[in-house]
């Protein structure tokens, strides 16, 4: 147990150095272009649908909880804003990041394991390439352009979802649902989600990339290691959202105080 602890331990302190390289290349823009337009393909195209899909459901599920309870309080007008809110501050890029962790955080920590135990980070060396460079920055890149992009879609997605099912459920007219929507959501609601996406998409792309990097042990380590970059990316996402909110909509903040 200790041991196993020590070991994650060990691999997030490597991650955090990761991290730092990782933003001076970007500060630098030295990155491989075809690496980076290869990772934009497979985070944003290629995962969008399940994103929209579980964000569709999700706003869709929302919705059934809020408007049955503010129905019986006479507060049908104001189920679109309350969905609005939810979907833009928490819901929309807690769910595309989970998803992306899923799917591309997995891919990273499996692909660059793979390289690793195969030798082939070592032949990276002997041709006097940096495998930051060439691998991770633009993993890195890729996510925090696209899961951003992603977190916007399904907002969209997951109000379309709550707004066809207000009507179609709870005679809620598309006219009143959005004009709930248009009161209570202001600029910062909007801006606070792609905001976040980019948070979430660095450290997707760095515990992935990260513990594909340090993989030991053959094809067992690849699958641990996959496994254990999927659970730490979802917890990082985790923790991070919860200073994320807090610094944006906590305390004596308000929508205003960022405008």
């Known amino acids: 147990m200790f041991a196993s602890l020590w ?23 030295r990155f491989d272009r075809r690496q980076t337009h290869e990772q934009l393909i497979l985070v944003g195209p290629e995962s969008l649908l399940i994103a929209l899909i579980t964000s569709g459901c999700i706003g869709m599920i929302f919705t059934i909880q809020v408007a049955s309870e503010f129905l019986k309080l006479g507060a049908s007008t104001t189920v679109g804003g309350v969905l609005g809110i939810a979907m833009a501050r928490e819901l929309s890029p807690i769910i ?50 696209m899961v951003p992009i992603l977190s916007i879609l399904s907002l969209v997605v997951g109000m379309l979802g709550g707004l066809f099912l207000a009507n179609a459920m709870f005679s809620i007219t598309p006219l009143i649902f959005l004009n709930s929507i248009q009161n209570f959501l202001g600029v910062w609601d909007l801006v606070s989600g792609p905001i976040k996406g980019i948070v979430f998409g660095i450290f997707i792309a760095i515990i992935g990339c990260n513990w594909g990097l340090t993989t030991r042990g053959g094809a067992k380590g690849v699958g641990q290691s996959t496994t254990a970059a999927v659970v730490t990316a979802i917890l990082a996402i985790i923790v991070s959202n919860f200073f994320l909110s807090w610094v944006m909509f906590g305390g004596n903040n308000s929508s205003s105080t960022f405008l």
């Open 7 to 29: 070991s994650w331990l060990s691999r997030a302190g490597s991650a955090v150095l990761l991290g730092g390289r990782v933003i001076l290349f970007l500060i630098a823009f």
């Open 96 to 145: 595309t990041a989970v998803v992306v962790a899923a799917r591309v955080g997995a891919a990273y920590a499996a692909e660059l394991g793979t390289m690793r135990v195969t030798e082939q980070i070592d032949a990276l060396y002997t041709l006097k390439t940096d495998p930051v460079e060439y691998l991770v920055v633009p993993r890195a890149l890729a996510c925090c352009i």
